[in-house]
């Protein structure tokens, strides 16, 4: 595409963007509303918690029109589109993080064992993943409240680590990571100014890319969950009447009309 990119989309995947059958995908109708707003100067991002991995096979699957200018992935890593189309990691960016995890790893994973322990007994798991990248746990929604306190307490000792999660994990990072630091360094380097940012989420760690500090035109589905509502509505951003990707496309058009008139 030789359209010049001067407004970006943010997007959250799951919840916000994502269908799953008859496999893990964009949902078809955001695919053809970004396809339409490439021809008004839009580009936009894949900024989610899932591995890079995943995201750029997801991303590689989409017709060329479509195809994200960046994979934000993990809260940490960003990966652009060349010229060529194909996804490079952005260094020495993606670097300086996994120097910052190791650094936080080498302090707290020694306790991991004991954490695991403890959460395993108190808590109904679902699901699971521990290893040198991730410390993360997903429990059923009436113990995340519980969980979520009992991490908080594991790492309370290291200022520099923090909790995360969306609507069903919950798991530690580094305090430098978030959504909002990733969008903030891509923008920086492609020279896009924050007030054509619409950034779009549903999920507890969605809520630093959707501050009105970030960009003024941040947005969520009806569905989100209370938290990211709230931070919304605080910026005075946009709370769609639809759910999930249908309300996420009601937020795009929302503040494209807007754009448009500005």
């Not at 580094?174 to 007030?195: M, Q, T």
Request: hydrophobic fraction near 40%; charged fraction near 25%.
């Amino acid at each position: 595409m030789n359209t010049e990119i001067t407004r970006l989309i943010a997007l959250d995947f799951d919840g916000t963007a994502a269908v799953y059958e008859p496999r893990m995908a964009l949902h078809p109708g955001l695919m053809e509303l970004l396809a339409q707003l490439r021809c008004s100067g839009y580009g936009w991002v894949l900024n989610s918690d899932r591995c890079a991995e995943t995201l750029l096979e997801i991303a590689g699957l989409l017709p060329d029109k479509v195809r994200p200018e960046a994979v934000l992935s993990a809260q940490r890593f960003i990966h652009r589109r060349s010229g060529s189309g194909v996804y490079e990691p952005l260094q020495p960016w993606n670097d300086s993080r996994m120097a910052l995890h190791r650094e936080l790893w080498s302090l707290i994973e020694p306790f991991f064992r004991q954490w695991q322990h403890e959460i395993e007994a108190d808590f109904t798991i679902r699901d699971s993943v521990v290893n040198d990248l991730v410390f993360a746990y997903m429990v059923p929604d009436n113990e995340n409240p519980a969980l979520r306190e009992r991490m908080r307490s594991y790492i309370r000792p290291w200022p520099e680590a923090q909790l995360s999660g969306n609507h069903e994990w919950s798991f530690i990072l580094h305090a430098d990571f978030s959504k909002a630091a990733l969008l903030e360094h891509y923008c920086a380097v492609r020279g896009i100014a924050r007030e054509k940012i619409i950034a779009v989420g549903d999920g507890y760690n969605d809520i630093t890319m959707l501050d009105a500090g970030l960009t003024p035109h941040a947005g969520c589905p009806a569905d989100a969950c209370p938290e990211v509502r709230a931070a919304v509505r605080a910026g005075g951003g946009y709370i769609a009447g639809t759910s999930g990707p249908e309300g996420t496309m009601e937020v795009i058009r929302y503040y494209h009309r807007l754009l448009a008139g500005s």
